[in-house]
C-alpha cells in the first residue's frame, strides 16, 4: 500500500512540475517574464569618417613639351634642366636661314592639329549620343519589349569610324565610357600642343628662337635624339596616385583629400579632381608609385590614375616628385551613431535592426539604415537617436513577446587624480552611508 502511495506521488509532483513548468516558458506561455542582458550601452553622436590611405606624388599641374624638327635649325640651347623660365622666355636660338623651314613644319603641325581636333570633338558628340541612345532604347526594351532595328548597325559603324579617324576604341559590350574618357583627354593634349604652336609661330621671324609658352620649369632637354625636344613643367602643383581595380569603385571626383608631406606643418586639404576610367600608361611618376607600395597583383594594368589639386596653391613649397602620403575620405557621417557590427541583426550592409531598450523597460526592435562599416563598428545613417539604450541579446530572438529587461547597474571607478582631490570627510560620510 506504501509502495504504491509513494508511486503515485512522485508521478503526480512530476506532472505539477512538468504542467508548471510548460505554463511558465512554453511557446504559448501568456505568464509575463524577465531577462537579464549584461551587455547595453547608451548611444551618442559623433563624426565618423571612412578614408582610403594613399602614397602619392608632387606633380606638375600641365606639362609643355616643344620639338624642333631639324637638328640644323637649332642653334645653341639657352637653358638646362632646373632652370626657371617665364612665358615668352626664350628657350633656344634658331638659325635664321632655318627659321622659314621650322616655321613652315609648325604651321603644318597646327593645321594637322586643329584637323585632328575637329575630328577628335566630332567622334566626342557621336559617342555621346550613341550612349545616351542606348541608354534610351534600354529602357524602352525594358519597359515595353520593344525592338528597334538598325541600332546595331548604326553604333557598328559608328564604332568603326571613330577607331579609324581618331584611334579611339570602343569597347563591343556597349559601353561607351572608355572611348569618351579617351576623347577627352586626346582633346586635352591637342589643346596643349596647340598652344605650344600658337605661342612659336606667334613670335617674330627677324630673331628666330624657341620659346616658352607658359611660366614653369625645365625639366629635361632631348639635345641628341630628332626631333630635338625641351619639356617644361607648370609651376603649379598637385598630387598624382593611382587605384587599384577594386579601389576604383570607392573613390569619385570632387572626394575631400587630407595631404601629409615632409617640411609642411599639418595636413594639407585637397580634392580629387580627376579618376581615371583608363588603365595608366608607363611614366616615371607611375614607375615611381609602383616602387613606393610594392604592388604585386594579378592584373598588371589594373592601375588608373588620380589627380588630387590643392585647396592652396604649393609654388615652390615642395619639389616636383616628392613623396607625400594622401588619405581620401570615402564616407563621412556627421551627428552619427555606431554600433558594434554584431549588435546589428539581419545585416545586408545597408539596413538592419537593432534593439533598444524602451520607457517601460521592454524591448524594441528598430530598423536602422546603415551608412558604412569601421574598425569592428556599423555606423548609422538613421534609425536610432542619441541618449537611447542599446541592447546585445541574442536570446530575445527566441522570445515570441518583449519581456522585460533587468540589467546591471553601470559602474564607474573613480581615477588616481579624482581620489587624491577628495576630502578625508567624504570618505567616512560614504561609509557611515553603508
Request: aromatic share 8%; proline share 5%.
Amino acid at each position: 500500500m506504501n509502495r504504491f502511495f509513494f508511486v503515485g506521488l512522485s508521478i503526480a509532483i512530476v506532472a505539477f512540475l512538468t504542467s508548471n513548468f510548460l505554463l511558465l516558458f512554453g511557446e504559448k506561455s501568456i505568464i509575463s517574464k524577465e531577462l537579464y542582458v549584461s551587455e547595453y550601452e547608451q548611444a551618442f553622436t559623433h563624426t565618423y569618417t571612412k578614408a582610403l590611405p594613399k602614397e602619392a606624388l608632387t606633380a606638375p599641374q600641365d606639362t609643355m613639351e616643344i620639338y624642333v624638327q631639324d637638328h640644323e635649325a637649332l642653334e645653341q640651347w639657352l637653358v638646362k634642366e632646373g632652370d626657371a623660365v617665364a612665358a615668352g622666355a626664350e628657350l633656344a636660338r634658331l638659325n635664321e636661314s632655318e627659321s622659314e623651314e621650322q616655321r613652315a613644319v609648325w604651321e603644318s603641325e597646327r593645321t594637322a592639329l586643329q584637323s585632328e581636333r575637329g575630328e577628335v570633338e566630332t567622334s566626342l558628340q557621336e559617342l555621346l549620343q550613341a550612349r545616351s541612345s542606348q541608354n534610351s532604347n534600354f529602357s524602352d526594351n525594358t519597359n515595353n519589349s520593344a525592338t528597334y532595328p538598325g541600332i546595331g548597325d548604326i553604333e557598328e559603324e559608328m564604332r568603326l569610324d571613330v577607331n579609324v579617324s581618331v584611334g579611339v576604341e570602343v569597347p563591343e559590350d556597349g559601353t561607351y565610357a572608355s572611348g569618351i574618357a579617351q576623347a577627352q583627354q586626346r582633346l586635352a593634349s591637342i589643346d596643349s600642343e596647340l598652344a605650344v604652336v600658337e605661342a612659336q609661330l606667334a613670335q617674330s621671324s627677324a630673331n628666330p628662337a624657341l620659346i616658352s609658352p607658359v611660366e614653369g620649369t625645365v625639366a629635361s632637354i632631348n639635345r641628341d635624339t630628332a626631333p630635338l625636344s625641351i619639356e617644361i613643367y607648370n609651376n603649379e602643383r598637385e598630387f598624382v596616385t593611382y587605384l587599384l581595380e577594386d579601389e576604383w569603385h570607392d573613390v569619385e571626383q570632387a572626394d575631400r583629400v587630407m595631404i601629409q608631406a615632409p617640411g609642411i606643418e599639418g595636413a594639407i586639404p585637397g580634392t580629387v579632381t580627376n579618376v581615371s576610367e583608363i588603365p595608366a600608361e608607363e611614366s616615371k611618376w607611375f614607375q615611381a608609385y609602383r616602387e613606393l607600395g610594392r604592388i604585386d597583383q594579378n592584373n598588371p594594368i589594373a592601375f588608373y590614375e588620380v589627380r588630387i589639386t590643392p585647396e592652396t596653391p604649393l609654388k615652390d613649397t615642395m619639389p616636383f616628385g616628392s613623396n607625400v602620403n594622401a588619405s581620401i575620405t570615402l564616407n563621412e557621417a556627421q551627428d552619427a551613431i555606431a554600433l558594434r557590427d554584431k549588435w546589428i541583426y539581419n545585416n545586408n550592409d545597408t539596413t538592419g535592426t537593432a534593439y533598444v531598450l524602451n520607457i517601460d523597460g521592454r524591448p524594441n526592435a528598430v530598423p536602422v539604415e546603415i551608412a558604412f562599416a569601421q574598425h569592428g563598428r556599423t555606423i548609422l545613417a538613421g534609425g536610432m537617436e542619441a541618449g537611447e539604450l542599446t541592447i546585445n541579446e541574442e536570446k530575445l530572438h527566441d522570445y515570441p513577446g518583449r519581456p522585460r529587461l533587468f540589467m546591471p547597474f553601470p559602474s564607474r571607478q573613480p581615477d588616481y587624480s579624482y581620489a587624491k582631490n577628495t576630502e578625508w570627510r567624504a570618505y567616512v560620510e560614504y561609509l557611515l552611508a553603508r
